[in-house]
């Protein structure tokens, strides 16, 4: 009897914490959070090009605003597949609760997300961006998009080990770097208010969103990694 009831006992504690992480609404919040964030330039250029063809927009006549063109349609339509479902891989209950989808999502996201990069860098050298938008910019957004193409191949080669630590390390950097353009819509905007529209701090600001990110990134994987080898249930996922 003692040992019936030991056993009947014994899962009790682990499972009561599975399902409080369950309902912690921490999570809820943050895919909220993330997907707005990435929605934001989306919604500006939208706002901006259908201003433009009203003839609303202020400003000269080089105003940025280029045509629809396949690089560009492929760009934009590819951050945004990339920034929704991706938000949903951070949530460890989702993980739990639906593991293929996670990993049908993740073989999505690493095509998906070298598109956003690749189609990145194509603009990057091909298109005419803005008078005055400055060598230190174009610089700032090759290393963007180099350096999340190379997150992205470091954390598909480690799921494919299954590391799964070492790939959720990289594809949160990856996922940082795409977020980019969400925060540069308020390093920017704030920015240029306090410091003034020039090459300089326009390049500055836009590099400023990268590096908040990035540091958001390293902040949210070194919190995590007191709890990397506490026997997650994660780690026992299968890798394709």
Not at 89 to 115: D, E, T, Y
Not at 118 to 129: A, D, I, K
Not at 218 to 232: D, L, Q, T, V, Y
């Amino acid at each position: 009897m003692d040992g019936k009831d030991s056993a009947g006992a014994g899962p009790s504690p682990a499972r009561s914490q599975r399902k409080g992480r369950r309902q912690t609404p921490g999570a809820g919040l943050l895919i909220t959070g993330l997907i707005a964030l990435g929605l934001v330039p989306v919604l500006a250029d939208t706002l901006r090009r259908i201003a433009l063809s009203l003839g609303t927009a202020d400003g000269s006549t080089d105003t940025g605003s280029h045509p629809l063109s396949l690089p560009v349609a492929v760009h934009i339509i590819t951050a945004t597949i990339f920034v929704i479902p991706g938000a949903f891989q951070f949530s460890p209950s989702f993980r739990r609760r639906k593991p293929a989808w996670h990993r049908m999502a993740g073989r999505v996201l690493v095509v998906v997300g070298m598109l956003v990069a690749l189609s990145g860098l194509w603009l990057n050298q091909f298109v005419s961006f803005p008078a005055g938008s400055g060598e230190l910019l174009y610089v700032f957004r090759w290393l963007a998009g180099l350096g999340m193409a190379l997150c992205i191949v470091i954390g598909f080669a480690a799921v494919r080990r299954q590391d799964i630590t070492r790939h959720r390390q990289w594809m949160i950097r990856a996922y940082a770097l795409g977020l980019g353009a969400g925060t540069q819509v308020f390093t920017l905007g704030f920015g240029e208010a306090i410091f003034g529209k020039t090459a300089l701090t326009g390049a500055l600001l836009n590099g400023a969103g990268w590096i908040i990110n990035l540091a958001a990134a390293e902040w949210a994987i070194r919190r995590r990694r007191p709890w990397k080898h506490a026997g997650s249930d994660t780690a026992k996922v299968p890798v394709p």
